[in-house]
């Protein structure tokens, strides 16, 4: 595509200072000295920070090895147990009785869990899967509600070296099987329910579906009993959890784990074909997970209660609800249930109950919360708040600006991550106490990050927006697609061989302070007569109108045009006489005519994925009044199918 047209009409002008703080990273400055070292010594400089903040079972020699790109090598010669790194180090270094894992059930059961109960709990459970015969090498599926027996399995498959690959619980249980086929998993660890929306959402009943067909690499299925409620028990297949771990001992040396010994598979999807099993590492992705803890969070494990609303079933739920806050010794909050139940408080009343200091959390939810009224959020105490984080797609300002006032009270630095399952930690990301922030742009790379916007050739843009690269490997880099050499080089090395840059797949520009602005997927950029549209910022515009809740915004293909506007939206209130025509031209005030949607439909919802994103690809056909092509049948509000439809 060429991209010298793609055009941001939409101007933000609003900057906000980072707040004065002791923060490990306080001024403009220090972000400065810590990029410029990358910029003097790459290497040596990543060798430092592995060297200082991870404990080595053997130390590295070489630090990166890129004799064969795009298959790089981080730490390679090294051994590191990610699990001693996240328990056993902080136990010997007096930490045992701080406090690792606050969760709370949905039903509002609680439990503190501290490093040396947690460090017993792994040992019992890497014990367990040992016995069973699952040894390093093997992948184990974890189907699993928000438990802490999620964090538990994955560290204990961690542990002893065992590949795991977390399956989002509301996958279905076709989806479940291709993950199974595929990775070829030896055992499955799932529970027989948690809790969603006041009823018991049962998982082992999938597992049992998913293993009818094929599947016969699996030997055992361990369930943890949360739902208390009737399974179809297989004597010779089905193992319990707490009889299994009962008969072990509670201690377990770590296994030795080379540095690039494969620590999960998470699948994800992309544009074309099934979703990818995207490979990490050991070494290189625990320690970004573990440094952008401390660069985006300001995170200070010996006082922080950090919560990351994420499941474990994505790849923010590995890296910030379980293995960057574990590696810092910090305290991590895991909540099973909906975040509006029993209604749009149950957030707002975690965060004052166990007084969470930093938050992280995705734009649609927060539009979630702003709809339900700020009401809620002001009923509780939410003063221990200190740093609000964001992820998952571009937060459009108006989400950004009331995040910002009524949650963080004007003195919460918003931290808008972009980064992906691939890169495995944060790439753009202001640090909260040294970036000034703009409301809608994750600002700037952190220290070590090399990102870069290019044409289609791969040179650099200077104005105007590009695709976003990553020009430079980094530690927590994908290592691959499980089983699927071609499509890992196809999909993000390919592009741009010639210069050896990832390619992240997704749009952006840079304003004249040097900040990024994501502009969505390339695949979401519409081009109406000549000119590119970010359909982000329409939805932006849409969303700025006092009467508008949430909009997502698609091109429909259009004769004269190349493509026209086409927006859905869900108003606040009822829908008033003439709003379609008021809201066409509150467009076209905000960024130009030529952003006019043609066509406005109100709905009450917009489907998404479980994990939040607008299903872009099902607005497209309906738009264009095509038979739907996506998989619907995640979708929990069927009806809006028919309302979008018009
Ligand atoms: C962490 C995660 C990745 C895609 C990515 C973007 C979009 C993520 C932001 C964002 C704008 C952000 N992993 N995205 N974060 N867009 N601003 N802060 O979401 O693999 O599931 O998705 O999400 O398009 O390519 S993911």
């Given amino acids: ?94 930490l045992g009785e701080q406090v690792a894992i606050i969760w709370e059930g949905e039903p509002g059961d609680v439990r503190r869990i501290t490093y040396n109960e947690l460090l017993a709990e792994v040992c019992l459970a890497a014990n367990g899967l040992k016995s069973l ?8 599926i974890i189907y699993m509600p928000m438990i802490p027996e999620a964090a538990i399995a994955m560290l204990a498959c961690a542990r002893i070296g065992a590949t795991h690959s977390v399956v989002f619980a509301a996958f279905s249980a076709q989806a479940l099987h291709d993950r199974i086929e595929d990775t070829g998993a030896k055992a499955v660890i799932t529970a027989d329910g948690g809790w969603r929306r006041g009823a018991i959402h049962d998982l082992k009943s999938c597992v049992d579906v998913a293993l009818t067909q094929g599947c016969n690499s699996v030997e055992h299925v361990l369930i943890v ?35 690039e010994h494969p620590l999960f598979i998470l699948y994800t999807s992309g544009s074309t074909g099934k979703p990818k099993g995207i490979v990490h590492s050991t070494a290189g992705y625990l320690l970004w997970a573990h440094l952008t803890m401390q660069y985006s969070f300001d995170f200070k494990p010996e006082s922080d209660v950090f919560w990351c609303t994420a499941d474990v079933g994505w790849i923010t739920g590995h890296s910030y609800s379980v293995y960057g806050p574990l590696c810092n010794g910090g305290t991590t909050l895991m909540y099973e249930g909906v975040p509006t139940y029993p209604d749009a408080g149950r957030i707002w009343k975690i965060c004052q109950d166990h007084g969470v200091t930093v938050f992280y959390t995705a734009p649609t939810a927060i539009r979630a919360l702003i709809k339900a009224g700020d009401d809620y959020p002001n009923a509780y105490d939410l003063s221990k708040l200190r740093v609000l984080g964001t992820v998952g797609e571009p937060i459009n300002p108006e989400a950004w600006m009331w995040y910002h006032t009524v949650i963080g009270k004007e003195r919460c630095p918003i931290v808008d991550t972009w980064w992906q399952t691939e890169t495995g930690g944060h790439m753009l990301a202001p640090m909260p106490f040294s970036i000034p922030t703009k409301p809608g742009s994750a600002t700037l790379p952190l220290p070590g990050i090399f990102a870069g916007i290019v044409d289609a050739e791969g040179e650099d843009v200077k104005d105007g927006g590009g695709l976003l690269v990553l020009k430079k490997p980094w530690p927590s880099m994908l290592r691959g697609v499980w089983g699927d050499e071609q499509r890992f080089i196809e999909t993000y090395w390919e592009k741009f061989a010639h210069k050896g840059y990832y390619f992240a797949g997704d749009g952006a520009r840079k304003d004249e302070d040097g900040y990024f602005w994501i502009m969505g997927r390339v695949d979401d950029v519409l081009n109406v007569s000549g000119h590119r549209l970010g359909t982000m910022e329409v939805e932006s515009a849409l969303v700025s109108h006092h009467a508008v809740a949430e909009a997502a915004v698609v091109g429909r293909s259009d004769d004269i045009k190349g493509e026209s506007v086409f927006a859905f939206v869900v108003l606040k209130e009822p ?41 872009r690809r099902l607005l497209r056909d309906i738009a264009a009044g095509r038979d739907i092509n996506s998989d619907i049948s995640t979708l929990e509000d069927q009806s809006v199918i028919a309302q979008l439809q018009g």
């Avoid at 070292?37 to 903040?53: I, R, S, V």
């Avoid at 015969?133 to 184990?140: E, P, S, T, W, Y």
């Avoid at 409620?229 to 319990?240: G, I, L, M, Y």
């Fill in 1 to 94: 595509m060429t991209q010298e047209t793609i055009q941001s009409t939409l101007e933000e002008i609003r900057v906000f200072e980072p707040p004065k703080s002791k923060a490990l990273f306080s001024s403009l400055h220090d972000w400065k000295l810590a990029s410029d070292a990358f910029q003097k010594d790459f290497e040596g400089t990543w060798g430092n920070l592995a060297q200082q903040h991870l404990t080595w079972q053997k130390l590295f020699t070489q630090v990166l090895d890129e004799r064969n790109p795009p298959f790089y090598r981080w730490f390679a010669d090294g051994n590191i147990n990610l699990s001693e790194n996240c328990l056993d180090r902080h136990v010997n270094n007096g």
């Fill in 133 to 140: 015969g699952i040894k390093k090498g093997d992948r184990v």
């Fill in 225 to 259: 009993k949360r739902g208390h409620h009737d399974t179809n028990w297989q004597e010779d297949r089905d193992v319990d959890w707490v009889d299994l771990l009962k008969a072990q001992a509670d201690v377990c040396e770590p296994t030795i784990i080379e540095a």
């Fill in 575 to 615: 829908e008033s006489e003439g709003l379609e025509a008021i809201l066409r031209a509150h467009v076209s005030k905000e960024i130009g005519p030529i952003a006019k949607p043609d066509t406005i439909r109100f709905a009450d919802n917009l489907p998404k994925t479980r994990s939040g994103k607008i299903m």
